[in-house]
């Protein structure tokens, strides 16, 4: 049992350009996360999705899209890379419900920007 | 939206003294509050976490606390250890019936010497 998995683990990028973070989970979880995580800063949500075909944004959604593309898969594209999105970017999952259901974390993605 | 203070950042203790870490939020609609755990290079691992509904809740050395009231919970490691060094998350969320929108404080390190 895996949890939540992302690939990359680590990413070098050019300023302008694109790529596409991906996560999958196996806990059959409905509901799915990504946040960044800077110094001092604690980790801020992105993008959420609630469940299968829906997303919505979080905290800090620009310069970032996603795609839900199915229960288990959810993922993060930055379009036109910029310095200022280094950072760790972490994928989560939880159970869906009326009674809050604890996230849980994937092993991040260490991505930088020059 | 939600707003999560935590203090102190940083925390020294001795092996042995207990730690404690407070959290403040801003929404009072907000009904669920973990506590996250994160060793150097890690992904953050839910440690504890309480309901709108309890007072406090306890996990062998590891407590919190919930003055719904104040709108503030705090975190208490009693008899601690080496291996409790991490920096530590508080979070607060409110359930939409449909995902739950976690906001976090900004850290604490803990960092607990021989």
């Known amino acids: 049992n895996a949890g939540v998995t992302q690939t990359p683990k680590f990413q070098v990028l050019k300023t302008g350009q694109s790529m596409t973070l991906q996560c999958a989970q196996d806990?059959?979880?409905?509901?799915m996360y990504w946040y960044r995580q800077d110094p001092g800063m604690g980790l801020r949500l992105i993008y959420y999705s609630a469940s299968e075909g829906t997303t919505d944004k979080g905290e800090v959604p620009n310069g970032y899209n996603v795609s839900r593309l199915n229960k288990r898969e959810f993922s993060l594209r930055l379009e036109s890379a910029a310095p200022s999105q280094t950072s760790v970017y972490f994928c989560?999952?939880?159970?869906?419900?009326?009674?809050?259901?604890?996230?849980?974390f994937g092993d991040g993605t260490r991505l930088s920007i020059l | 939206g939600e707003n999560v203070e935590q203090h102190p950042s940083t925390l020294s203790v001795q092996e042995g003294d207990s730690a404690v870490i407070k959290c403040t939020y801003s929404?009072?609609?907000?009904?669920?509050f973990p506590w996250y755990k994160q060793e150097l290079g890690k992904r953050p691992q839910l440690i504890i976490d309480?309901?709108?509904?309890?007072g406090e809740k306890k996990d062998q050395r590891i407590a919190v606390t919930l003055n719904k009231t104040a709108k503030h919970f705090s975190l208490h490691i009693t008899e601690t250890q080496p291996e409790d060094s991490a920096v530590y998350f508080c979070a607060a969320t409110e359930n939409t019936g449909t995902a739950s929108k976690l906001t976090f404080g900004t850290g604490t390190r803990l960092q607990v010497t021989l």
């Open positions: 806990m059959n979880h409905n509901s």
């Open positions: 929404d009072s609609a907000s009904n669920y």
């Open positions: 989560a999952s939880s159970g869906q419900g009326f009674n809050n259901q604890p996230q849980h």
């Open positions: 309480i309901r709108s509904n309890v």
